[in-house]
């Protein structure tokens, strides 16, 4: 399950703009959820200025590490 919001404000000589993305994984074989959360946003002034920020909070999985084997259940 993914959800995800966006937002654009335009600004004299600028832009703003913000993404928030958040996401859910039922992991069927280990039992647990994988959950991963994204914000971003974007802030250009005076025309050609930007600033930036991008903040993530994941749990990688081991399916990438293991593929079709079968792992204990506390490994991460």
Not at 2 to 28: C, F, K, Q
Not at 51 to 74: D, H
Request: hydrophobic share 35%; charged share 25%.
């Amino acid at each position: 399950m993914t959800a995800s919001i966006m937002y654009n404000r335009p600004l004299h000589n600028g832009n703003w703009t913000s993404t928030a993305v958040w996401d859910e994984r039922d992991l069927s074989r280990t039992i647990r959820f994988l959950t991963a959360m994204l914000s971003n946003r974007q802030f250009r002034f005076r025309t050609r200025n930007y600033t930036w920020t991008r903040i993530e909070k994941c749990r990688p999985s081991n399916e990438l590490i293991l593929g079709e084997k079968s792992a204990s259940p506390n490994f991460r």
